[in-house]
């Protein structure tokens, strides 16, 4: 039997448009198709076979897109990596992950381990091939990989559209970063799927957003999706828009019903929804609008294609009930890049685990209390905590340390860390100036406590909760 097979972006219909508002520049699905082809041209003579990586992390949100196409086109895996990272983290990723090929501003670089392989291609990904890795547990300790297959990509954005409907995405903009599964699936593939325009403006500084309303009003948009902390910035820089946006998306982050509302009023509309997801499962899986929220922190609704359970502390699944999210669905990962013995830990039975805790009604719809796993959730950008603790601790100055979350106004968690001087004293400022040359930014701690030891529980373990909420009352922040 012959394989599916993908050519990228011939999937697409005629109508989809990608326009890049910075520099204006604009492409049918024509034009990406021939762009496609074009940059092939780059991979013809270049040791490759089928399903090898490509790294893409290229600084333009279009350039980024156009070639992971070209790369699914060409048969290769994609893993995209925030173009900020550093020269450490870089050369931990290619350690690990194992790339064949890099692509950056500076071109396509065949890395040294793969200069031997034989150029074995078979043509475009077959549909249940690994095409999409995205990084969840950062990179400087060991890089946790999610893989999705196209067919995986594919399900989630047909049902993306299905519940949107595609009179609601005919105008999407993405504010996201493309590198962010939240940014790539929901706000692009997902548009670009349904035959809609997309309007790439990923990732606006502070002054850029105070021209929100004017890219709104101009280009007529009808969807959009982000995190909150692009709406605490849009309305304290940026004028309403005169346009009344169709529907908005808010997630990667807590939602609280009072932001909530006021992200609603200020948008003039109640269609705005609080929206759950992640990376594993390629993006949104539900979602509710505010009207539905009836003063629920957290609520998001139903399952969007699929079904929800519950994990008892006794170990039982139930349909209704408080408990570990369970989730069954077409657009679950096919695991974490080789790493079967932590994909195998995810998953009870056929049932993926969220770590997410949430109270499940009789009609199936969800509201979330809190997570099981410790991460730091900055702007929607997830930091795995231990993570910050491998990097400090690589510092001579560090004896041990232990990062958590923070409380911030604008990001809504900021990344902090109790650390134990390796000598009597630390300077703090210089540490945190030698982290941001280790790690992205988003990753740099913000504020560091000195504390002569972690805490620990009766196991020996570290006790991250009680070492955050003992640096919290110190920062009047309990």
Not at 298 to 303: A, E, N
Not at 433 to 448: H, I, N, Y
Request: proline letters at 6%.
């Amino acid at each position: 039997m012959t394989r599916e097979k993908a050519h990228f972006p011939a999937l697409f219909p005629p109508s989809a448009r990608m326009v890049d508002v910075r520099s204006g520049l604009s492409w049918t699905a024509a034009d990406m198709a021939e762009e496609v082809e074009k940059r092939l041209v780059h991979f013809e003579n270049l040791s490759l076979s089928h399903c090898h990586i490509c790294v893409i992390a290229t600084k333009t949100g279009a350039d980024t897109l156009l070639w992971c196409f070209t790369a699914w086109s060409a048969g290769l895996s994609v893993l995209l990596i925030n173009p900020g990272i550093t020269d450490f983290e870089r050369e931990n990723i290619i350690a690990r992950i194992k790339p064949t090929l890099w692509v950056d501003e500076g071109g396509i670089t065949q890395l040294e381990s793969s200069a031997s392989v034989a150029n074995q291609q078979q043509g475009p990904l077959g549909f249940d091939d690994p095409a999409l890795i995205l990084m969840t547990s950062g990179t400087t300790g060991v890089p946790k990989g999610i893989s999705h297959t196209l067919r995986s990509l594919s399900s989630r954005c047909a049902l993306n559209s299905q519940v949107i409907g595609p009179s609601m995405l005919a105008h999407s903009l993405c504010v996201l970063p493309v590198f962010f599964g939240h940014g790539i699936i929901g706000n692009c593939l997902t548009p670009l799927a349904a035959g809609a325009t997309l309007y790439l403006w990923p990732s606006p500084n502070l002054a850029e957003i105070g021209q929100f309303p004017k890219i709104v009003d101009e280009n007529a948009i009808s969807f959009m999706s982000s995190v909150p902390t692009f709406w605490k910035l849009a309305m304290c820089v940026a004028e309403q828009p005169a346009r009344i946006i169709d529907r908005v998306h808010v997630g990667s982050a807590p939602l609280g019903v009072s932001q909530w509302e006021e992200i609603a009023q200020w948008c003039k509309t109640d269609n705005v929804w609080n929206m759950y997801g992640m990376t594993e499962t390629a993006n949104w899986i539900g979602g509710a609008p505010l009207s539905e929220a009836n003063g629920r922190d957290g609520h998001v609704g139903p399952i969007w294609g699929g079904r929800y359970a519950v994990l008892t502390q006794e170990g039982d699944i139930k349909s209704q009930g408080r408990g570990e999210v369970l989730v069954l669905s077409p657009s679950i990962m096919s695991g974490y890049h080789e790493n079967p013995e932590q994909t195998a830990a995810t998953f009870h039975g056929p049932w993926f685990k969220t770590g997410d805790i949430g109270d499940l009604d009789a009609d199936g719809a969800l509201t979330l209390i809190g997570r099981e796993k410790f991460e730091i959730n900055r702007a929607g950008i997830k930091v795995q905590a231990e993570e910050i603790d491998l990097m400090l601790e690589r510092n001579p100055a560090i004896a041990e340390a232990c990062a958590f979350g923070m409380p911030d106004p604008i990001s809504g968690e900021a990344v902090a860390a109790a650390v134990v001087p390796a000598q009597d004293t630390i300077d703090e400022r210089a540490i945190i100036e030698w982290c941001s040359g280790q790690v992205r930014a988003e990753a740099v701690p913000g504020r560091l406590f000195v504390v002569e030891e972690i805490a620990r529980n009766e196991r020996g373990k570290i006790d991250r909760k009680a070492t955050q909420v003992a640096c919290l009352k110190v920062a009047g922040l309990e």
